[in-house]
């Protein structure tokens, strides 16, 4: 994978590409989750890369795209944007987990002619699906998580969001390269930050609902099954998984993606 930037006001965004990169052929643009980077798709990689495109970020205020100032979902689909443009893509497939799903929903409200299909991954939808209870309890992140010592939070993140040993040492390795101050901003700033951009989004181009089975986080599970009934989008149980659940077991979610591309694909 090659690395290269852009540039923007607000700062530098870091992404990856396919050292092969051929305009001819579907791209894959892999969008991670809250406090992760683009290592979380390290499992995926080398999957889909001898038949697709691969884009990969750290998205702003993650990994190496930092510092940053001012983020925001509408900041962030601006990257986006350039880095979609950058590459000579008419079409991407975005592939979201969790954050990365409000990325990809964002980038559909603002320019959906330029996505091929959404995966979401342990996402939750945009959309009138959130409780007065459920809104205020996302704007209470910041501070509950200082509550916790910096090596109580981190441990327990890894606990929540994986399954495996694989899992929890992906996530435990992203993490590592925060402060606590900074984790904890950086989750606040992010729920926040979904909650001024969420809106009423219907998306036209095929979707693939995939959440693990053991995911405890929040309502995950319970909204992607309001989401699948309302919408009619095939959700996929992922077994032996939680929140990143593309960690926790990747070979069913390669294989899960890997079919609904090809079967959208010969429509």
């Known amino acids: 994978m090659q690395g290269k930037q852009v540039k923007t006001s607000n700062g530098n965004i870091v992404y990856w590409i396919s050292d092969e990169f051929d305009e001819g052929r579907e791209t894959l643009f892999f969008l991670h989750g809250l406090t992760g980077d683009h290592t979380m798709f ?7 890369e001898k038949k697709y495109n691969i884009i ?32 000579g893509c008419s079409k991407v497939t975005l592939i979201g987990q969790s954050m990365g799903g409000f990325n990809a929903q964002a980038f559909l409200c603002r320019y959906p002619d330029f996505v091929k299909a959404f995966v979401a991954i342990d996402s939750t939808p945009y959309g009138d699906y959130y409780s007065r209870s459920d809104i205020w309890w996302l704007h ?12 109580m939070l981190k441990m327990s993140m890894a606990r929540q969001n994986a399954v495996t040993k694989m899992g929890q040492e992906n996530m435990a390795a992203m993490i590592d390269r925060y402060g606590k101050a900074e984790l904890c901003h950086l989750m ?17 181009c095929p979707v693939l609902l995939i959440v693990g089975e053991k995911d405890r986080t929040g309502k995950v599970k319970s909204y992607n099954k309001k989401w699948a009934k309302r919408t009619g989008f095939p959700l996929v149980w992922i077994q032996n998984a939680a929140h990143n659940s593309n960690v926790d077991n990747p070979h069913m979610v390669n294989s899960s993606i890997m079919t609904f591309l090809q079967d ?4």
């Open 188 to 204: 606040g700033i992010g729920f926040a930050g979904f909650l001024e951009d969420n809106r009423e989004l219907q998306i036209s």
């Open 42 to 48: 390290q499992p995926q990689f080398p999957f889909f």
């Open 140 to 151: 209470q992140i910041e501070w509950m998580s200082k509550l916790f010592t910096e090596k």
């Open 56 to 87: 990969a970020w750290d998205a702003p205020a993650h990994g190496e795209s930092r510092p940053y100032r001012n983020f925001s979902f509408e900041n962030a689909v601006k990257g986006m944007k350039q880095i979609v443009d950058e590459c």
């Open 264 to 267: 959208f694909m010969k429509r």
